[in-house]
């Protein structure tokens, strides 16, 4: 039996959840069993463009937790760490398709991009557009033909703003090409204090040395890209924020929606105490806080660490930030 | 005329289930040693499922390759489940709405396959993929519609030029999938899934 | 330095978070720093009763999260698991009353009660009510003369109804007799699967052996009532609802608010699957839910494991629970 | 008329301070003995904040006891903090607008000093808490109010009964707060809060 975890039978995880979740969101979720999706069940406005994302489990609350007004129409959830299957997105992609068209929002990953772009191919008459996620900066290393920088916690503002501009009523290319602008100015940096243990295991899915940080890690409880000695808080944050804001090429006076996301057992109270430090770092620069959100978002399971998202944000964008969402997770 | 019709289709895709349930173990090896482990697991989950929706009268020669599409798509397991989906698609596509199989078909068929498995997984021949298989197949059923070859001999040639696609890729060093991050140490022993793809259309005759 | 922690020096961890939710909550709380409390800066409805709450810190979002309309006005921080003072109270108290008094909603810890109880006295004009949360089953030894019943969850359940409540203009002893309806309605059974490890500190507060669940535990690292083996999660869950469920004495009919928290670092995966199995329970004995809470609301800093809470609910309550809500941490 | 002025009464208090000091140690080891060790770091951390609200001259007889009393209730660091602050509240309020301590302002300030501790606390004399130190030594005083005892004397009478309770309570088994969970382990020494009332009354004169 797992250490530490609350399961019954691992490869009934996600379903149990899925279902605890619908039970738990009754009159505002559906969730279709097979193939699965979660589906808006509130008085949803007809005639506007779909917003779907998906991908695999163990990222709670994203995608599922983002379903609702505002915010994604629909959410097509994997198994753990595991794509969605094709048929799965394309039945969502249709259940959601006013003939408006569909955005799908995709995090970076072989797989996701496989079966989305497989969905997007035998979803037939929809149109579709995909919105790539990619703001993992660890995994910016420019190889040529490379899988290319994978999708992290900036999936959170992508979609949040794509679904507003559908609830608008924005068009289709509208709608993606919003998506896609969070997108291109987003990167992310993360790092890891304990590994996440998948379920069902007793051990952790890497091992770190006391006094270790594994530095760059993704949301799949892969290692990171180097190890660094364990530092005070303010200067791990330091860490992940200076190479985000370079890459970023901020200047004084830019303004960013900044996303400071737990991976998943990582304290609130630590969590504020390092958005804290962000900002201060940001002052220093003379970049201006837009909007922010502090909490844990895009979890990799269990896993002990945080990242620091930044996203250079316009007039535009925070309006469409501003507008209201009414979903599990994110409300306001 | 010896198209196939879609009862052949039908036992023949049939006879390929039962070659990949004989052989996991040693495609579960292959993938062991150039990949994760998992290729035979995820090749007979989708072929499971892919039997309980066999129509035992098939409306048109694509119908049982549609049935096999969508359970790779439903499945999706790893990297071999949609590509494999997507190219059983292209085999559905083109036998639907026709009584029979010709061996221009099956070129079709063939051709739109390899082309689609090409565009999704970014892989070209001589990247060690099921790719070093599917494309000198559908070389071979070009050649036989050129050479009005029968489809039944044309899906043999197909087959022999399959083997050899799958046996090519044990001298080859992977640039794609999870075989790329192992290098070398794959030598020595073919993709498991340019394997399946000559087990594919062994099955045929 | 310690393992799996996101610190600088651990004294200075609460200050730091506090000013983090002030700068990530900008316009809707505001942090008084001396004497420590956090205050709603929304535009709030004059002349209504004021409802406070507050406690040792570590178990966020409790109770900053839930300052705002709808909930509490202000929330008194004390250090990590220990009491804040009573001069921060009264202090916090003064700055809440419009001269219709305040309601203090407790949990039930002899320090807590002590500091309460004496702000209460030092007050002086103000008119206090308090509310007495103490719905920890583990605790329930009918002890004479002892320190009863701990408060865990249902506060937040107590917290939402006195501060509905208190928006819609009820009156001081209104909102109270309200909020002991819930607290006296209320009770909690929880669990470790792993215990919590203190700011600076490397090892966790107790050790649990492989194999062992750690059975009526309460939100400040301490050991619970007795170890249990580890079993699937649904027999777990069992284990917690049957004996709140039995002294709630619920008959078929009843409905009640369920509230499925999360400890720390037990995945929302595990939270809402273990929700599902709590429906199923209550359905067995004919009980309905008539609203639900799923996620990590009262913590116990990044222990693994859960807490299951029942309430019993009648048509006025359910009614208060349904107005609306806009903190940090509970919006709708 | 040797009642005490404001100015004495801030000598007194500035002398339990130091006292305090200098046995941080002992009491330390007490509550080790008893709870859990952390008392007299309680103490000497109010105590240096109250120092710091010290007015040099006093505005009345119960200034320098409200300057302790915030500081207690500031900083409450366990049980000891809040009680001892409601504890010389009493004493504040009693003097509060007098130039000088009477005996009969000591008594009525140990008088209801105890009670709101005992009320408080749930502890009655004998529990083997502070108030076993604090109820004596209000009887004490009560008794020199009745036998017309001038306030330095009261209260050196004050300070023998309080250091007789402080030592009575090292032949009792807690049953109110940390102590009661060792029981008869803290057998044999006193129960800091009672000795550290034993020394403020001792520090009088
Ligand atoms: N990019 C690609 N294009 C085409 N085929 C590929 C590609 N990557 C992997 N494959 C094929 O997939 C097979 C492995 O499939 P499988 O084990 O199911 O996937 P995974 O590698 O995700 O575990 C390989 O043997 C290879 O033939
Ligand atoms: N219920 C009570 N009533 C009165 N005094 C008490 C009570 N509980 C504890 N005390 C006093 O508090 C002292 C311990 O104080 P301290 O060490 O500051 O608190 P804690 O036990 O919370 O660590 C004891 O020596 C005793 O005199
Ligand atoms: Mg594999
Ligand atoms: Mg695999
Ligand atoms: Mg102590
Ligand atoms: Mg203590």
Known sequence: MAAHQLVNDPQELVGEALEGLELSQRGRLRWNRDPSFVIRADDRRPYKVGVLSGGGSGHEPLHTGFVGYGMLDAAVPGAVFASPTAIQIQAATEAVDDGRGVVHVVKNYTGDVLNFTIAAEISGAIRIETVLVDDDLATDTSVEGGPGRRGTAAVVAVE???????????????????????????????????????????????????????????????????????????????????????????????????????LGSTHQLELLAAYRQVTRLLDARGVTVARQLVGSYVTALDMAGCSVTLIRADEELVGLWDDPVRTAALTW | MNDLEPQAVLSWVERFITRIDDQVQELTELDRRSGDGDFGTNMVTALSRA?????????????????????????????????????????????????????????????????????????????????????????????????????????????????????????????????????????????????????????AG
Chains 1, 3 share one sequence.
């Open chain 1, 160 to 262: 949040k703003i794509c679904g507003a501009a559908a609830e608008r009523g924005a068009d289709l290319s509208t709608v993606a090409a919003l998506g896609r602008r969070v997108a291109g100015n987003a990167r992310t940096m993360s790092l890891a204090l304990r590994a996440c243990t998948h379920p069902g295991q007793s051990v952790p899915s890497f091992d770190l040395e006391v006094g270790q940080v594994e530095f760059g890690v993704g949301i799949h409880g892969e290692r990171g890209v180097r190890k660094i000695p364990v530092a005070p808080a303010d200067e791990l944050v330091a860490a992940l924020t200076g190479p985000v804001a370079d890459d970023l090429g901020l200047n004084r006076g830019d303004a960013v929606f900044v996303i400071v996301n737990g």
């Open chain 2, 51 to 203: 039997k309980a929706k066999f129509s035992p009268a098939p409306a048109d020669a694509g119908a049982p390759f549609s049935s096999l599409s969508t359970a790779f798509l439903e499945h999706s397991g790893g990297t071999s489940g949609p590509l494999f989906g997507m190219w059983f698609r292209e085999f559905a596509l083109a036998g639907e709405g026709s009584p029979a199989f010709s061996t221009a078909l099956l070129a079709d068929a063939a051709r739109n396959g390899v082309a689609t498995v090409r565009r999704l997984g970014s892989a070209s021949v001589g990247d060690r993929t099921m790719v070093d298989a599917m494309a000198p197949a559908a070389d071979a059923l070009a050649e036989a519609v050129e050479d009005d070859v029968p489809a039944a001999r044309a899906l043999r040639l197909a087959a022999e030029a399959a083997r050899a696609g799958a046996d090519s890729t044990s001298s080859i060093i992977a640039r794609r999938g999870r075989a790329s991050y192992v290098g070398e140490a794959a030598l020595g022993a073919p993709d498991p899934g340019a394997v399946a793809v000559a087990l594919f259309f062994e099955s």
